[in-house]
């Protein structure tokens, strides 16, 4: 059960921290200029491509690689395919892990490898592999380690991870806040050379000035009543997300959603697209989880816990051609008694919107984490 008074007590939020996931989610503007400093230092502003590449592969274990490739994914859009190569292996460990480059790759792709670890063997065959097929590879991976060497190796383009600013070494829970945005980063910066992506040096300092706002907002000091993240995690208490998305870029971050409050606060969560999921999650809304739905009568109300409920988790970002599903959805679960959650981003850039709502969900999983004992 969660300990909402523990939200407004910054000194035990700060002892029941003791994975650093606060000053990882605080520390995620910085996190992006630095990475963007060491991309430029790399030299992804010197370079001078042919064109876009044919396609898109993306390796790496882990919820921040697949973060990385749904969200470049759906910027990239119709502009160039993009494909992630899943793992396979007995085991998540790093030595069992195995990725297998499609048999259509070849001269005209682009491999993208993102790890927070580097110590993957399977990552260091997938680069000779590349090599061998002459597919272009770049990497954003711990510096002095087996990836690194490898990408190095095969001429690739290798940046170097950015740590947070008082951090000796790169946090290895891969779904630590900030460790997305380390690996991301670099990426934007080389797809916009590549005409793929529409992320200019400018446009990432004002993401990394977005997520320092939200940083401000969410604070462990900012009560809950006017902190977004804390009020989230508020309401998520005794409920069962169920995260409906509106916009491009909304979709990947529900979906990101799902996987932090999975890691980090041990919690299953639900995500579908507007309008899509009116019809999907409509029988859902009246079942046994529904907010009206059948309680047991003799169940202890002091020393059992109440049964999980749905609530919706509307993540909208602006409407396409001012067409919205958000006022149908609102009316579908309140006519279910379906308690709903909103997030809207403030105005700006496509990248600054997705910065905001990725920034305030990993706060409000971070905040159901400490307060639930997770």
């Not at 759906?74 to 460990?93: F, M, Q």
């Not at 491999?111 to 597919?135: F, H, K």
């Not at 999980?308 to 149908?328: Q, W, Y």
Request: aromatic residues 4%; negative net charge; proline residues 9%.
């Amino acid at each position: 059960m969660l300990d909402e008074s523990l939200l407004d007590t910054p000194d035990a939020l700060s002892e029941a921290d003791r994975r650093g996931l606060l000053r990882g989610a605080a520390e995620a503007g910085a996190r992006v200029r630095t990475a963007l400093r060491l991309g430029t230092e790399a030299g992804i502003p010197d370079l001078k491509p042919d064109g876009r590449p044919r396609a898109l592969l993306i390796a790496g274990p882990g919820m921040a690689s697949a973060g990385v490739a749904d969200l470049l994914g759906a910027l990239a859009g119709a502009a160039c395919p993009l494909t992630r190569i899943h793992p396979t292996g007995v085991a998540p460990a790093a030595g069992a892990l195995r990725w297998e480059l499609p048999g259509w790759a070849g001269s005209v792709d682009l491999l993208l490898i993102a790890t927070a670890d580097g110590g993957e063997p399977g990552l260091s065959i997938l680069v000779d592999q590349a090599y061998r097929r002459g597919c272009t590879v770049a990497a954003v991976a711990p510096s002095d380690t087996p990836v690194a060497e490898a990408v190095e190796g095969a001429h690739g383009l290798f940046v170097p991870m950015a740590t947070g600013p008082y951090e000796e070494e790169v946090p290895l829970g891969a779904a630590a806040p900030g460790v997305l945005w380390a690996l991301l980063t670099p990426m934007l910066a080389l797809l916009d050379r590549t005409g793929v992506v529409a992320a200019p040096p400018d446009a990432l300092q004002k993401v990394a000035d977005r997520l320092d706002q939200v940083a401000e907002r969410c604070g462990p000091a900012i009560a809950t009543y006017s902190n977004p993240a804390k009020t989230l995690a508020a309401e998520l208490a005794d409920a069962l997300p169920v995260i409906w998305t509106e916009g491009q870029a909304a979709g990947p971050v529900g979906r990101r959603f799902v996987s932090a409050l999975a890691d980090l606060a041990g919690r299953p969560a639900l995500a579908a697209q507007l309008p899509e999921a009116l019809a999907s999650h409509t029988v859902l809304l009246s079942g046994p989880l529904a907010a009206g739905g059948p309680d047991d009568f003799f169940r202890d109300r002091v020393e059992d816990p109440p049964a999980f409920r749905v609530r919706v988790v509307l993540l909208r970002d602006r409407p396409t051609g001012g067409l919205s599903a958000v006022p149908t959805a609102r009316e579908l679960a309140l006519g279910h008694d379906t308690a709903i959650s909103e997030l809207e981003p403030e105005e700006g850039s496509d990248l600054e919107t997705l910065a905001e709502m990725i920034a305030i969900t990993d706060f409000a999983a971070v905040y159901l984490s400490l307060a639930s004992g997770a």
